[in-house]
C-alpha cells in the first residue's frame, strides 16, 4: 500500500527566499507523480506533473524533481511571494488510476 | 476555458438523509474521479470511470455510497443515510487519456462540501 509522507508539515518564509518541499513514498512502481497546491476551502490546482521516466519539470519558478528509486520528489520554490502561501501536497500514481496524498505542507509566506 | 465543475459547493443535511453531488469534467476527458478529504487530511481516493464504466472503487465507498456516470460525461454521487462521520470535502477530477499508460494529469473541481448536522 502506498504511503506518502510530506515534510515539514508547515513552513513559513519571508517574502523572496527559496524554499523547498519534501514529498516520499514508500512504492517506487510509480508512472506519475504530481504536485498539487491548495488554497483554504478550495478544490486543488495542479502545478506539475511528472512522468517515472523524467527526473525534472519546471513551471514558472517552482522546478519539481523526482527520484524514483529512492522515492522522494521535491518541490522547489523560487523568490517566493504571499500568493504562494497554500497548502501544497504531492501525488504519486501507481498502476492504478487513483492518485495517494500525503497531508500536504502548510506554505505561509510573510510580505 | 470551462474546467470542471460541482454542484452543489455546500450542502448541510440532517443525519439520515439522502444526498446526490454532481461533477461535470472538463468536456472531451474520457476519466472521471472521485475523492473525499476531511479536515487535515489529503485527499483520499473513491472511485473512478472510464467513459460510463466503473472502473475501480475503494472499500471506503460503503454501501451506502453509490457514483454513475449514465452517459459517459457527468457524474452523480449518491450518499443515503448521511451519518456525521461523512461531513468532509467531496472532490471530482477529469483526465485524458491520449496514449496507453502515458502521463495523465488529474484535474480537480472546487468541491462539494458536505455537512451533517
Known amino acids: 500500500k502506498q504511503e506518502v509522507t510530506q515534510i515539514p508539515a508547515a513552513l513559513s518564509v519571508p517574502e523572496g527566499e527559496n524554499l523547498v518541499l519534501n514529498c516520499s513514498f514508500t512504492d517506487s512502481a510509480i508512472y506519475n507523480l504530481q504536485w498539487f497546491r491548495q488554497d483554504p476551502g478550495k478544490g486543488l490546482t495542479s502545478l506539475l506533473l511528472i512522468q517515472s521516466s523524467q527526473r525534472e519539470q519546471t513551471s514558472g519558478r517552482l522546478n519539481a524533481s523526482l527520484d524514483k528509486s529512492s522515492g522522494r520528489s521535491t518541490l522547489y520554490i523560487a523568490a517566493s511571494q504571499p500568493g504562494d502561501s497554500a497548502t501544497y501536497l504531492c501525488?504519486?500514481?501507481?498502476?492504478?488510476?487513483?492518485?495517494?496524498f500525503g497531508k500536504g505542507t502548510k506554505l505561509t509566506v510573510n510580505p | 476555458d470551462t474546467g470542471v465543475s460541482q454542484d452543489p459547493r455546500h450542502k448541510i443535511t440532517k443525519r439520515g438523509q439522502n444526498v446526490t453531488f454532481r461533477c461535470d469534467p472538463i468536456?472531451?476527458?474520457?476519466?472521471l474521479y472521485w475523492y473525499r478529504q476531511t479536515l487535515g487530511q489529503g485527499p483520499e481516493f473513491l472511485t473512478y470511470?472510464?467513459?460510463?464504466?466503473?472502473?475501480?472503487k475503494s472499500r471506503l465507498l460503503s454501501d451506502r455510497f453509490s457514483a454513475e456516470r449514465p452517459k459517459g460525461s457527468f457524474s452523480t454521487l449518491e450518499i443515503q443515510r448521511t451519518e456525521q462521520g461523512d461531513s468532509a470535502m467531496y472532490l471530482c477530477?477529469?483526465?485524458?487519456?491520449?496514449?496507453?499508460?502515458?502521463?495523465?494529469?488529474?484535474?480537480f473541481g472546487p468541491g462539494t462540501r458536505l455537512t451533517v448536522t
Open positions: 501525488a504519486p500514481q501507481g498502476g492504478s488510476e487513483k492518485l495517494v
Open positions: 468536456s472531451e476527458h474520457n476519466r
Open positions: 470511470f472510464q467513459n460510463e464504466a466503473q472502473l475501480e
Open positions: 477530477a477529469s483526465s485524458l487519456e491520449v496514449l496507453a499508460g502515458g502521463p495523465r494529469e488529474q484535474y
